[in-house]
């Protein structure tokens, strides 16, 4: 999850530290050279509510905070995006036209999630599911109808991957999970509380998480073993649909199956096409009438 969303959206802030997380929000890379003193000077305020405002957001101090928020701000400003991933259309468009504008998202997701990935994670990624007796994915809404589709494509390679779509299940799915599973949280946010939970109960039972969730540090990625970053441009819940995440989710989960089928090409090759020929084997297709429907 973005600093600058935590700013926007972090429960419990008093007056003072809400007026604090507006002037950061405006104000953005002017905060170089400030102080502790300095933002609370600027913001009416006392370096003790600069202190505690940066430790509700997950940090020791300002010193602390203002390097993450700086990164962060350098990467959001690195390349100025042809389509805004929030609001990629406007009312004023045509179909057509947002239709290129949708196509213009997709690619510009796919480069940005693709500038976040790294050789090394990728490379702890796969061992961590090469290595696991079962997967176990744990996630919420629609991320779950992406995960199926890996969890099919895996199953064709003898790889076994479970999904539950049951939220109160995962809880308990989590607290049966043993060393030798492998739980794969995927969390935009990575502060979405039951995934945490999640994360939790399998950090108690020593069961190894990898992550796919936004750029920068979150809960989540304090439990994780391995990290996965998401293309993080896209607003929580000011946007018009979470176009953004969802091709990033798919675009990692396809590249952890390529790569677990790189391992043994042949061998999964042949796998796949025996476990596909064999449930196709008795499939028919039905003739179809001059009107393209079933004879």
């Not at 009416?44 to 993450?68: I, M």
């Not at 701000?73 to 009312?91: G, T």
């Not at 690619?107 to 176990?136: F, G, N, P, V, W």
């Not at 969802?246 to 396809?254: A, Q, T």
Request: hydrophobic fraction near 35%; include cysteine; charge should be neutral.
């Amino acid at each position: 999850m973005l600093i600058a969303d935590k700013l926007e959206n972090q429960k419990n802030m008093t007056v003072a530290e809400a007026g604090i997380a507006g002037y950061l929000i405006t104000h953005g890379r002017d905060i170089k050279r400030y102080s502790t003193r300095d933002l609370a000077d600027a913001t009416y305020t006392s370096p003790a509510t600069v202190v505690r405002l940066c430790k509700k957001l997950g940090f020791s101090g300002f010193n602390e905070f203002k390097d993450r928020f700086l990164e962060e701000q350098r990467f959001l400003e690195q390349r100025e995006d042809a389509v805004d991933a929030n609001f990629p259309f406007s009312k004023e468009d045509n179909a057509m036209r947002t239709a290129n504008r949708i196509a213009q998202l997709h690619a510009q997701t796919i480069e940005d999630t693709m500038s976040l990935l790294h050789y090394r994670d990728l490379q702890k990624a796969t061992r961590l599911l090469q290595r696991c007796q079962r997967a176990h994915i744990f996630s919420f809404g629609t991320t779950l109808n992406q995960a199926e589709s890996f969890r099919e494509k895996m199953l064709k390679i003898g790889c076994r991957v479970s999904i539950s779509n049951n939220l109160n299940y995962q809880l308990y799915e989590a607290r049966c999970l043993t060393p030798s599973d492998l739980a794969i949280a995927i969390s935009y946010s990575g502060e979405t509380d039951k995934i945490l939970l999640v994360a939790q109960a399998c950090r108690e039972r020593h069961v190894p998480i990898l992550a796919l969730t936004s750029y920068g540090e979150n809960s989540l990625t304090s439990y994780a073993d391995c990290k996965l970053s998401l293309s993080s441009k896209e607003r929580l819940f000011e946007n018009t649909a979470d176009f953004s995440t969802h091709v990033s989710v798919n675009l990692l989960l396809d590249i952890l199956y390529s790569s677990i089928f790189l391992l043994d090409y042949d061998k999964n090759y042949q796998r796949k096409l025996t476990t596909t020929q064999s449930l196709e084997k008795n499939r028919r297709l039905e003739p179809l009438d001059e009107n393209g429907n079933t004879a």
